[in-house]
C-alpha cells in the first residue's frame, strides 16, 4: 500500500477565514512533507517533518502553520490567506532511510482558492 | 547547488509514436537519487523510478524504459507505442539527503506530454 489521502480535495476560504489541510498515511514512513504548487510550475518544498518534529522550513509566511500530531497525521493550517496562495497543496511522504527506499509518495493534493 | 534541466517544455505526438524525455541535472554530491514522476491532469504526482548515484544500469518496465548516463548527468525516460493515458507532465528529480529520515527533492520545470489519438 502506498497511499497517502489529503482531505479536502477542494477548500475555497475567505482572506479571514481559518481551515486546515490533512494528510495522513500508514505505510511507517517517519518523514512527511508540504508542497505548494503553481499552475504549470514544479512543486515548491514547504515543509518536512522528520520523526514528527519540523526538519524543514522553507522560508514560509507564518499564515500557514505545520504540525504533525503523530508518525501517520500532518496537518497544515491556514490563517489570514492572501490570493495569491491559491494553488495545490500536495503532501508526501517518505520511507526511513534504513529501509533502502528513497522515494516520496504523494497524495492527490487540495486544491485551494483563496477569495 | 542542485539543478535538473528539462529542455522540453512540451511534446506533442500522435498515438504509438515513441518519445523521449530529457532530464540533465547538476550536483557537487557524489552520492545521489534521481527520480521521474508523473503528474496526469487530475494532480497527484506518481512516483515511477528511482535510480541511485552508482548504479548506471538502464531499466525497462514495460513501454518504458530509463537511461541514465554518469559521464554526461543526464537521466532520459523514453516511452514506446505511446498510448493517450501516457498524456501527463513529466517531472524528472533530484535528492539531496538531508538530516534524519527526509529528502529534499529539486524538480525540474517538468515536460508537458500530449498524446493525441
Known amino acids: 500500500d502506498t497511499e497517502v489521502t489529503q482531505t479536502p480535495k477542494h477548500l475555497v476560504m475567505g482572506m479571514t477565514n481559518k481551515k486546515s489541510l490533512k494528510c495522513e498515511q500508514h505505510?511507517?514512513?517517519?518523514?512527511m512533507y508540504w508542497y505548494k504548487q503553481k499552475a504549470k510550475k514544479p512543486p515548491e518544498l514547504m515543509f518536512v517533518?522528520?520523526?514528527?518534529?519540523?526538519?524543514i522550513n522553507e522560508s514560509v509566511p507564518s499564515r500557514f502553520s505545520p504540525e504533525c500530531p503523530n508518525s501517520s497525521l500532518l496537518n497544515l493550517h491556514l490563517h489570514a490567506l492572501q490570493p495569491e496562495d491559491s494553488a495545490l497543496y500536495l503532501c508526501?511522504?517518505?520511507?526511513?532511510?534504513?529501509?533502502?527506499?528513497?522515494?516520496?509518495?504523494f497524495g492527490p493534493g487540495t486544491r485551494l482558492t483563496v477569495t | 547547488a542542485q539543478k535538473v534541466t528539462q529542455a522540453q517544455t512540451e511534446i506533442s505526438v500522435v498515438e504509438k509514436e515513441d518519445v523521449t524525455l530529457d532530464c540533465v541535472y547538476e550536483?557537487?554530491?557524489?552520492?545521489?537519487?534521481l527520480f521521474w514522476y508523473k503528474q496526469p491532469p487530475s494532480g497527484e504526482l506518481v512516483f515511477l523510478i528511482r535510480?541511485?548515484?552508482?548504479?548506471?544500469q538502464n531499466e525497462i518496465s514495460g513501454r518504458y524504459s530509463w537511461n541514465f548516463q554518469k559521464s554526461t548527468s543526464s537521466f532520459n525516460f523514453t516511452i514506446t507505442a505511446s498510448q493517450v493515458v501516457d498524456s501527463a507532465v513529466y517531472f524528472c528529480?533530484?535528492?539531496?539527503?538531508?538530516?534524519?529520515?527526509?529528502?529534499?527533492?529539486?524538480f525540474g520545470k517538468g515536460t508537458l506530454l500530449t498524446v493525441n489519438p
Open positions: 535510480r541511485n548515484s552508482f548504479d548506471e
Open positions: 505505510m511507517g514512513h517517519r518523514a
Open positions: 550536483t557537487r554530491d557524489t552520492t545521489y537519487y
Open positions: 517533518y522528520s520523526y514528527e518534529k519540523l526538519s
Open positions: 528529480a533530484l535528492s539531496e539527503l538531508g538530516g534524519g529520515s527526509n529528502y529534499k527533492l529539486t
Open positions: 508526501a511522504s517518505s520511507p526511513p532511510r534504513t529501509s533502502g527506499s528513497y522515494e516520496q509518495y
